[in-house]
């Protein structure tokens, strides 16, 4: 029902600012929680934020301080801005789409393919 695409990611010093994007497609996409999530090496997939079609929103405590997370249904697209990023930030980015709001991944039905970020010291 929705394909996702992430994109934005890339190399940015420590403190500096990123801002991802996951462009859906599917004729259902405005009733879907989107989430973001990453997975750096070794490392579980984490939850890192989520928004609903009406925009209400949900971040985890690691990063609700430094992320936001929006979306522009008229473009099919959620946005996840990234400031004051860290070196633990460091992982591959995928959005996911759910029903509802969850932040367990096994819960998900649709990822995107993932979008590498690096944060140098």
């Known amino acids: 029902q929705v394909q996702l695409v992430e994109s934005g990611g890339g190399l940015v010093q420590a403190g500096g600012s990123l801002r991802l994007s996951c462009a859906a497609s599917?004729?259902?996409?405005?009733?879907?929680?989107i989430a973001w999530f990453r997975q750096a090496p070794g490392k579980e997939r984490e939850f890192v934020a989520a928004?609903?079609?009406?925009?209400?929103?949900d971040r985890s405590d690691s990063v609700k301080d430094r992320f936001t997370i929006s979306r522009d249904n008229a473009k099919n697209t959620v946005y996840l801005q990234m400031n004051s990023l860290k070196p633990e930030d460091t992982a591959v980015y995928y959005c996911?789409?759910?029903?509802?709001?969850?932040?367990?991944?096994?819960?998900?039905?649709?990822w995107g393919q993932g979008t590498q970020v690096t944060v140098s010291s």
């Open positions: 928004i609903s079609w009406s925009s209400s929103t």
């Open positions: 599917g004729r259902t996409f405005s009733s879907y929680v």
């Open positions: 996911a789409a759910y029903y509802r709001f969850g932040r367990n991944p096994d819960e998900y039905d649709y």
